[in-house]
T-cell receptor, first 112, second 113 residues
Framework: TQLLEQSPQFLSIQEGENLTVYCNSSSVFSSLQWYRQEPGEGPVLLVTVVTGGEVKKLKRLTFQFGDARKDSSLHITAAQPGDTGLYLCAGESTSGTYKYIFGTGTRLKVLA | KAGVTQTPRYLIKTRGQQVTLSCSPISGHRSVSWYQQTPGQGLQFLFEYFSETQRNKGNFPGRFSGRQFSNSRSEMNVSTLELGDSALYLC????????????FGPGTRLTVT
C-alpha cells in the first residue's frame, strides 16, 4: 500500500511563529501537490512541485520537493490566524494500481 | 471559469435508503474523481471517470457507484445506506494534462440516521 505520511498530525502555535510540515513516502512521485482545506469546504490547491529538489514560494509559504521525489515539506513563516486549516499533500505515484494518493493531513491552528 | 459545483450541499437520509450526488466539473475538464472524507479515515478515493469511462476505483463496496455524462458532469450513487456512510463527499475535476492537479468542489455533507 502506498502511503503519504504527514507530520505532525496536529499543530497549535502562536501568531508570528514559524512551522514546518512534512510529507513522507517510500514511493517516488512524478508530481506532488499541497492543498489547504477549511472546515466544511473542499481542499484548495496551493502548489504543485514536479522536479526533485524544487523549491516554490507562495508569499509566506515555502514548498520543497525532495531530491528523490519521495518527500516534501511546507514551511510557513510568521504564521497568521488565516493560515489555520487542514494541510494535505497529495501525489501522483509512478507505480501502483491507483496513481493519486492523499496524505494523512496536518491540522494547523494559529492563535492570535 | 466557474469552479466545481456539487449538489446538494447537505443531505440527511435514513439507513437503507439510497442517495445520488451530483458534480459539475470546471468547464473543459474531462476527469472527475470522487472522495469520501471522514474524521477517522481522512480522504479516501472512491473512483475516477474520464470521458465517461471509469478509469480507477478505490476500495469501496459495490453499493458505491458512479457515472459520467457526455458533458463531463458526474453522479455518484450510494445504495442501502449505512450509518458509516455519513461523511463529506468531495468531487474533484482535472484537465489531466501535465502535473495531476485537482480542483475540488465544496462537497456534499451526507448524514445517515
Amino acid at each position: 500500500t502506498q502511503l503519504l505520511e504527514q507530520s505532525p498530525q496536529f499543530l497549535s502555535i502562536q501568531e508570528g511563529e514559524n512551522l514546518t510540515v512534512y510529507c513522507n513516502s517510500s514511493s517516488v512521485f512524478s508530481s506532488l501537490q499541497w492543498y489547504r482545506q477549511e472546515p466544511g469546504e473542499g481542499p484548495v490547491l496551493l502548489v504543485t512541485v514536479v522536479t526533485g529538489g524544487e523549491v516554490k514560494k507562495l508569499k509566506r509559504l515555502t514548498f520543497q520537493f525532495g531530491d528523490a521525489r519521495k518527500d516534501s515539506s511546507l514551511h510557513i513563516t510568521a504564521a497568521q490566524p488565516g493560515d489555520t486549516g487542514l494541510y494535505l499533500c497529495a501525489g501522483e505515484s509512478t507505480s501502483g494500481t491507483y496513481k493519486y494518493i492523499f496524505g494523512t493531513g496536518t491540522r494547523l491552528k494559529v492563535l492570535a | 471559469k466557474a469552479g466545481v459545483t456539487q449538489t446538494p450541499r447537505y443531505l440527511i437520509k435514513t439507513r437503507g435508503q439510497q442517495v445520488t450526488l451530483s458534480c459539475s466539473p470546471i468547464s473543459g475538464h474531462r476527469s472527475v474523481s470522487w472522495y469520501q472524507q471522514t474524521p477517522g479515515q481522512g480522504l479516501q478515493f472512491l473512483f475516477e471517470y474520464f470521458s465517461e469511462t471509469q478509469r480507477n476505483k478505490g476500495n469501496f463496496p459495490g453499493r458505491f457507484s458512479g457515472r459520467q455524462f457526455s458533458n463531463s458532469r458526474s453522479e455518484m450513487n450510494v445504495s442501502t445506506l449505512e450509518l458509516g456512510d455519513s461523511a463529506l463527499y468531495l468531487c474533484a475535476s482535472s484537465d489531466r494534462t501535465g502535473a495531476y492537479e485537482q480542483y475540488f468542489g465544496p462537497g456534499t455533507r451526507l448524514t445517515v440516521t
